[in-house]
């Protein structure tokens, strides 16, 4: 026995020092000073199998010092992944005969996705039933026949989702699931011509974007077109970190990036074109169809398939980004402060559009955080727009406005076909302080002080950081949204339990991410009536050791307790059910859950794009606003034109969930 605990520990160790000597070599390449330090002897902890049982010390020792001139964001402009990383880019499944890819930007792609022969997520995990079909029409006359002919329907673009349920639109062959890629209008988007699937409005200043395209995409595009008007390109207002989603995917579940001003993506839109229950293409916005806009603009695909969306856009111009190391206890305590700051002024009456709320949060506009819990740091990212500053008068306008063929049932439907999953990192189960300083030194090149045009300032994961966190390390991504009335709060309780007797930092290795949005108006957004603040965090220990990680669900308890909110749910990531069973949208979204219900009603009455999950989270009750007796017919006496009739009617929460929670 003991030859074998030796054997185990030196393997990790071994197979560990493999990875850290290439990423050092990845950083050769862009950061000579990184990639000593990443080598250098006794700076780096070694992991071993008896590593878990180090504490966490103050990391100030280890000091990352990007070479002068750098001004990419990550590496991305490394060469050929596969000399240096094997098994980033293995050889596809011959039946696919090296057509099996994800439909990310060519740059950033890599051969584990399931989508869009499997429907399964990124990773090739969260595997449907086998028997759903794969819709991959051709264009929009032959999705609506999809739609049309089966009886449960779920969008879905290169699986950046974590919810099996969520993600499938069934377990039966009366069950498809349609490929927003795959038309073949956006199919070229993925190897790098996008064409006429985005549409520049130098006039309006908004782009037209196909759903399929992913958000990488959109953005190497905008950055890219150079005109008279916009010599600098342009960009969006606020993006997000992952950007390999696409639009249509990010727009329904809220994707974000750190901005008071401009809020989610969601936020962001100026149009919608969809693909509703009975076939029919439907065009939605803002000012003709407020009640439907709010509904759709965060739809988590229950209303239909996105299949076109107008977003706005601005000038690619210069921003200026600090980086400043700060500890938990300084974290913590300035978190409770903008608590403080923002508790007050919403409690003296002021609107959330208000200027006393504005000035309450300006100081943490577009900050983001990154959250290294075993090594107990945190690099606090700040950004300063250089050429058009965001002045009190103009963040308040902005505010106020909110493959192989298989038995095909129909055209453009097919069987699944089996896809390997990625694996799990290399000895990323053992020394949880080891794995958290590598990533800082990895990363050290993303934050940088220096002024660069908006589209390269802003954080976002670069191609190649895109194929390397998923291609080889498998991991489940969980984001709550707290609202900034109990931000302060919530973080203390976190922090106790993380470096505390628990030592709950110990269920860790990526950074945690945490950014800030305003309140939104969309039914279904997490920011819905309150500005919040989300927190982003990854599991990669599971996978490793197949077993639950149980000090990462213990902080994810925390989450959803009512120090915390509870803190809702991000709409596609992992979490649900464990952390929402017996789900309650009456009570998480008391103000506008039974609006999204009424929407529901009016586009899609009889469930069709329910999803998997069906009854399970989508139930609407309610009660007589006089009488308090139940509603027996839901549409017809609590719903309108304009959403939910709350004079009539008072929203209801859910009667059966008695010992399922």
Aim: charged share 15%.
């Amino acid at each position: 026995m003991p030859r074998l605990v030796t054997a185990r520990c030196c393997s990790q160790q071994l197979r560990a020092g493999v990875i850290s000597v290439l990423l050092a070599a990845v950083l050769l390449v862009h950061d000579q000073a990184n990639a000593q330090l990443l080598l250098g002897a006794g700076r780096v902890r070694p992991a071993t199998a008896f590593g878990n049982s180090s504490e966490p010390t103050d990391s100030s020792s280890i000091t990352a010092t990007p070479a002068a001139g750098i001004a990419s964001v990550g590496f991305s402009s490394v060469g050929p992944l596969s000399s240096m990383f094997p098994w980033a880019n293995p050889p596809s499944p011959d039946s696919h005969k090296n057509d099996h890819y994800c439909r990310m930007d060519s740059d950033a792609k890599h051969n584990y996705c399931g989508l869009p022969y499997e429907l399964s997520n990124f990773q090739g995990h969260f595997k449907c039933d086998k028997s759903v079909m794969v819709g991959r029409p051709a264009d929009w006359q032959q999705a609506a026949q999809l739609v049309k002919g089966f009886s449960h329907v779920k969008a879905v673009g290169v699986g950046h989702s974590w919810w099996r349920q969520q993600f499938c639109s069934g377990n039966s062959s009366s069950a498809i699931n349609i490929i927003t890629t795959e038309f073949s209008s956006v199919l070229p988007a993925s190897q790098g011509e996008p064409g006429h699937s985005i549409m520049v409005n130098e006039t309006a200043m908004t782009a037209k974007v196909a759903a399929g395209v992913t958000q990488r995409t959109l953005l190497k595009y905008l950055d890219g077109y150079r005109t008279q008007q916009s010599p600098e390109g342009y960009t969006l207002a606020a993006f997000a970190w992952f950007i390999d989603q696409t639009m249509g995917g990010a727009v329904a579940t809220g994707t974000h990036g750190s901005t008071f001003v401009y809020g989610s993506l969601s936020s962001q839109l100026k149009g919608l074109t969809i693909l509703d229950a009975q076939g029919n293409i439907r065009t939605l916005d803002p000012i003709t169809e407020s009640h439907l806009w709010q509904a759709a603009s965060i739809s988590v695909g229950r209303l239909g398939i996105i299949l076109d969306l107008t977003i706005s856009i601005v000038k690619n111009l210069p921003v200026k980004r600090d980086k400043q190391d700060i500890s938990p206890n300084e974290f913590v305590a300035s978190i409770g402060q903008l608590q403080q700051n923002y508790n007050a002024a919403v409690g003296a009456g002021n609107a959330l559009t208000s200027l006393a709320v504005w000035q309450a949060v300006k100081p943490w506009n577009e900050v983001q955080l990154l959250w290294f819990i075993p090594s107990r740091v945190l690099w606090k990212v700040s950004y300063t727009r250089i050429a058009d500053p965001i002045s009190d008068q103009n963040a308040l306008q902005v505010i106020a406005t909110d493959g192989p063929e298989g038995n095909q049932v129909l055209p453009g439907a097919y069987q699944q076909m089996e896809v390997q999953p990625a694996g799990t990192g290399p000895g990323i189960e053992v020394n949880p302080l080891y794995w958290s300083d590598l990533y800082r030194i990895y990363m050290a090149t993303n934050v940088q002080p220096q002024t660069l045009p908006a589209r390269q300032s802003y954080l976002s994961i670069s191609e190649l950081e895109n194929r390397l966190h998923a291609a080889w390390n498998s991991y489940d991504q969980y984001e709550v949204a707290v609202p900034l009335s109990k931000a302060g709060d919530c973080l203390a309780a976190v922090q106790t339990e993380l470096y505390g007797s628990s030592a709950r930092w110990k269920g860790f290795r990526a950074p945690a991410l945490v950014r800030f949005i305003r309140a939104e108006k969309a039914y279904l957004s997490p920011a819905h009536g309150t500005h919040v603040m989300y927190v982003n965090i990854e599991d990669h220990v599971s996978y490793a050791t197949g077993k639950p990680n149980e000090d990462f669900q213990a902080i994810m308890d925390i989450f959803r307790s009512p120090m915390c909110g509870p803190a809702r749910m991000h709409w596609g990531k992992a979490g649900w059910p464990q952390h929402a069973k017996c789900f309650d949208g009456a009570t998480e979204y008391p103000t506008s859950w039974c609006d999204f219900g009424c929407a529901v009603q009016q586009l899609d009455p009889t469930g069709k794009f329910s999803g998997e999950i069906s009854k399970d989270v989508w139930q609407w009750n309610a009660v007589d606003s006089q009488t308090k007796a139940a509603v027996r017919d839901y549409a017809n006496e609590c719903c309108s034109q304009s959403g939910f009739n709350n004079q009539k009617c008072l929203c209801a929460p859910r009667t059966d969930c008695d010992g399922k929670r």
